[in-house]
C-alpha cells in the first residue's frame, strides 16, 4: 500500500494500532532517521538502537491521550524525538556528543560504515556510469566531497570553485541517478 | 522551511555537502521528515554518495594493487625512490662534471643525452593566489629556481608533490649546495608521475627548523 501524505486518516490508524500502517510508518520513517543519523553517528549498532528507540517512543506517544494531534507535523515530530533519543543514547554509552554537531564521532572499529545499506552492486553500477562521463576535474570534487569528506569550503578552496559548482555539480549528478535507477526499476 | 524554499536552495545538496548551521540543519529535518518528495532527494543524494564514495574506493584501491604487482614500478612515494633519484643527481653531477674535464667530443658511450628541460621560477612562500608550473608531456623533470633572501641559510632542501587529495606522490631530501650562491636551481624528477595537477611544495631546513620556501600548482600536460 502506498501513502502519499500524512494525514488524520494516517495518523488514526496508526494510534488505532493498524498493522499496514504500523510497517509503513516503521519502514518509511526508519530509513529517513538513518539518513539523519549518516554523517553523525558511526556506529550501525547505535543508529539501530536510536532507530528502534525513535519508533517505539512516537507510538507510544501518538497513543497518549494528549498526544499529537496535527498530522502535518508528525514528520517534524518524529525528527525531533530522535534527535533527543540520539543525544540521550549517545551520552550513555559514553559517546563523544557535542549539543549541536554530531552525536558521535568516534569510529566504530568492530564495524564498517553505517552506509552498508545504502550500497548495493546495481547501485554502485549506475554510479560508476555517471562518474565515467564526468571529465577529471569533476571526478576529482567529488572524490574529495564523498570519499575525504571534506568539507565543501575545503572542496571549494582546493579546487578554486564556487560553493554553487559543487552543488550544480551534485545536484545533475543526483539526477541522472535517479533517472537510471527508475528507469532500471522500471524495466525490472 | 517549506518545499519550494527547499528546492530553491538545493537544500538536498546542502544538506549531504554538510553547507547548513546546526539551526538549518534541524529546520531542513523536520521539514524533510514531512515531505516525502524532498525525503527522496535526500534518499537519493545519500546513495549516490555512499556509492560513489564505495566505487572511487574500489578503483583507487585496484588500481594501488595494479601498482605493486611486480613488473609494475612503483611511483609511490618510498625511500628506494629516493635513494634511487638522490643517485640520479649524483650520476648526473658526476656526468656533468666529467664532461668538462673531458671536454668536447669525450664524452663516454655510457653518458647521459644531454637534453632541454623546462625551468621556472618559483614564487615565494605568500598567502597569494598560487602559481602554475606547467610541465611539458613527457618530461624527466623541470627545474625549479629559487633565491634565498639576505642571510638565508639552509642546511638542506626538502621537496613534496601533492596530489589533488594532499597525498605526497613524490618527494626527496637533498644536501644543500656546496657552492654559496642566492640563487638555486633544482632539478625535480616527476617521470614517475601520472599527468594531472599538483601541488609543489618546497621547504628549506636549517638544524631541525623547516621553513617553507615556495609552494606552487604543477601541472603535468599529457
Known amino acids: 500500500m502506498l501513502f502519499q501524505t500524512f494525514d488524520e486518516d494516517y495518523l488514526r490508524r496508526l494510534r488505532s494500532g493498524d498493522s499496514q500502517v504500523e510497517q509503513h510508518f516503521a519502514k518509511y520513517f526508519g530509513e529517513l532517521i538513518h539518513l539523519k543519523l549518516r554523517r553523525r553517528v558511526r556506529s550501525p549498532q547505535l543508529a539501530e538502537d536510536i532507530r528502534q528507540e525513535t519508533i517505539y517512543r512516537v507510538l507510544r506517544t501518538l497513543r497518549e491521550k494528549d498526544g499529537l494531534e496535527d498530522a502535518r507535523k508528525l514528520g517534524a515530530f518524529v525528527s525531533g524525538v530522535c534527535h533527543y533519543v540520539a543525544v540521550e543514547l549517545s551520552r550513555s554509552e559514553g559517546r563523544y556528543e557535542t549539543p549541536d554537531r554530531d552525536f558521535d564521532e568516534q569510529t566504530d572499529v568492530a564495524q564498517e560504515n553505517t552506509d552498508a545499506r545504502l550500497i548495493s552492486e546495481e547501485r554502485n553500477k549506475e554510479v560508476r556510469k555517471i562518474l565515467s562521463k564526468l571529465d577529471d576535474r569533476d571526478r576529482k570534487l567529488l572524490r574529495a566531497v564523498f570519499l575525504e569528506e571534506l568539507g565543501s569550503s575545503e572542496v571549494c578552496r582546493r579546487f578554486g570553485v564556487e560553493p554553487d559548482y559543487l552543488r550544480v555539480l551534485i545536484f545533475r549528478a543526483k539526477a541522472r541517478f535517479k533517472q537510471a535507477y527508475i528507469k532500471g526499476a522500471a524495466s525490472a | ?222
Open chain 2, 1 to 222: 522551511m517549506d518545499h519550494e524554499t527547499a528546492i530553491k536552495t538545493q537544500a538536498a545538496e546542502r544538506y549531504v555537502l554538510d553547507e547548513f548551521t546546526p539551526e538549518e540543519r534541524t529546520d531542513f529535518e523536520d521539514h524533510y521528515f514531512g515531505c516525502m518528495a524532498c525525503a527522496d532527494d535526500v534518499k537519493a543524494v545519500s546513495i549516490l554518495a555512499a556509492n560513489a564514495k564505495s566505487v572511487i574506493a574500489a578503483e583507487e584501491a585496484h588500481t594501488a594493487a595494479a601498482l605493486r604487482s611486480p613488473g609494475h614500478a612503483t611511483w609511490r612515494f618510498s625511500w628506494g625512490l629516493v635513494a634511487s633519484a638522490a643517485l640520479n643527481l649524483v650520476l648526473l653531477a658526476g656526468i656533468g662534471m666529467q664532461g668538462l674535464r673531458l671536454g668536447p667530443g669525450k664524452v663516454p658511450a655510457a653518458s647521459m643525452a644531454a637534453e632541454f628541460y623546462q625551468s621556472f621560477g618559483i614564487p615565494a612562500a605568500s598567502r597569494a593566489e598560487m602559481k602554475t608550473l606547467p610541465v611539458p608531456a613527457g618530461s624527466r623533470f623541470f627545474g625549479a629556481r629559487f633565491d634565498l633572501m639576505a642571510g638565508q641559510h639552509f642546511d638542506s632542501y626538502e621537496y613534496q608533490i601533492l596530489d589533488a587529495a594532499g597525498t605526497p606522490r613524490s618527494g626527496q631530501a637533498v644536501n644543500a649546495p656546496s657552492f654559496n650562491d642566492t640563487e638555486l636551481q633544482l632539478a625535480i624528477p616527476v617521470s614517475p608521475l601520472p599527468p594531472g595537477e599538483y601541488v609543489f611544495v618546497l621547504r628549506g631546513r636549517q638544524q631541525e627548523k623547516l621553513v617553507e620556501i615556495s609552494r606552487a600548482h604543477l601541472s603535468i600536460r599529457r
